[in-house]
C-alpha cells in the first residue's frame, strides 16, 4: 500500500481525491496526501481542521474482494496500523499511552491524536473501493475552540517537532502487513489479540449508549468482526456494533 503517491500542497480534501481516482479506475495502494486540506472532513458530517505544516491527511484507494458489509472491519486494520506506526518511530517518545479508542479513534494520555474516516464506493452488491482517510496530528500547537480541551499532537505530547514522512512510511508499512492478515481470514481473527491490547477502554467500565438501551459495563476487547466485547454488571457478556452504540467512559 501506499506504492504509487499523490502529493497535494492544498487540495480540498484527500478523501474526496482518492474516492474521484477510484471511480476512474486507480490501483489498489494508491495513496493521496496533502500539506493542508480546504474542506477536510470529519465523521457524521464534521468538519476537519487542516492547516498546513503541521499534521497528516492522507488517505488510501483499496480494492477488497470482500463483501460491504465487512468494510468496516478496515477502519479497524487502519486504526491498529497507526497505533503501531507511531510507536515504531519512537514518537509515542517512548510513552506506552497510545491507545485505540474503540473503534477507530488513537488516543494518546487521554486525548485524540488521531481520526480516521472510511468511505465505500459500491455497485449494485460489489465493493467497488474503498477510501479510507487518516488525520494525525503531528506538530499542531493550537485546535479550534470545540476541540481544545479534547485533542492533542504528538508535538504537545513528546515536547519536539516530528517529522512527517518517516511516521506515513511506518503507518503505511504496518497497514500492509495487517491488511494481509485480514484479507487471509475475511475478518479480525488474526489482529483482535493485538487490537484489544490497545484498547483505552480494556478492562475499564464504559457507558454503552445504544438506541434503545443505555447501561454500564466492562470493556473486554473485540473479537473477529471489530464488535466490542463487554461484561455487563449482570456478569453476562455483549458484543456492541460500533454502528448501533458510542461508548464513554465512565
Ligand atoms: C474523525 O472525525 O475522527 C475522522 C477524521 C478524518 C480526517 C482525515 S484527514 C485526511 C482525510 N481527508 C478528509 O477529508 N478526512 C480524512
Redesign the pocket.
Not at 480534501?13 to 474526496?16: C, V
Not at 474542506?39 to 457524521?44: D, E, K, L, Y
Given at each position: 500500500a501506499g506504492r504509487n503517491i499523490v502529493y497535494y500542497d492544498s487540495v480540498d480534501?484527500?478523501?474526496?481525491r482518492i474516492k474521484q481516482m477510484g471511480d476512474e479506475g486507480a490501483p489498489e495502494g494508491t495513496l493521496a496526501v496533502?500539506d493542508k486540506?480546504t474542506?477536510?472532513?470529519?465523521?457524521?458530517g464534521?468538519s476537519?481542521d487542516?492547516p498546513s505544516g503541521s499534521s497528516i491527511?492522507?488517505?488510501l484507494l483499496l480494492r477488497p474482494k470482500i463483501e460491504p458489509d465487512q468494510a468496516p472491519m478496515l477502519t479497524l486494520v487502519m486504526a491498529l496500523s497507526v497505533a503501531e506506526g507511531i510507536m515504531d518511530c519512537g514518537d509515542s517518545c517512548g510513552n506506552p499511552d497510545v491507545k485505540i479508542k474503540w473503534p477507530?479513534?488513537i488516543i494518546i494520555n487521554g486525548k485524540?491524536l488521531v481520526?480516521?474516516?472510511t468511505e465505500m464506493s459500491t455497485q449494485i452488491d460489489y465493493i467497488n473501493h474503498v477510501t479510507i482517510?487518516?488525520?494525525i496530528n503531528v506538530n499542531l500547537t493550537e485546535f479550534p475552540e470545540e476541540i481544545r480541551e479534547t485533542a492533542t499532537s504528538l508535538r504537545l505530547e513528546c515536547g519536539h517537532v516530528v517529522k512527517r514522512a518517516p511516521l506515513i512510511a511506518a503507518v503505511m508499512k504496518r497497514f500492509e502487513q495487517n491488511y494481509t492478515v485480514f484479507l487471509e481470514h475475511g475478518d479480525l481473527s488474526g489482529l483482535k489479540e493485538r487490537y484489544s491490547e490497545l484498547l483505552v477502554n480494556k478492562d475499564r467500565e464504559v457507558r454503552i449508549l445504544g438506541a434503545k438501551e443505555q447501561y454500564n459495563a466492562y470493556a473486554l476487547g473485540i473479537n473477529q468482526t471489530g464488535e466490542l466485547i463487554v461484561r455487563k454488571e449482570d456478569g453476562t457478556e455483549e458484543a456492541v456494533y460500533a454502528g448501533e452504540v458510542s461508548v464513554r467512559g465512565v
Open positions: 480534501s484527500t478523501n474526496l496533502a486540506q474542506a477536510g472532513r470529519g465523521r457524521r464534521r476537519w487542516s491527511y492522507m488517505s477507530n479513534d485524540k481520526g480516521i474516516l482517510g487518516v488525520g
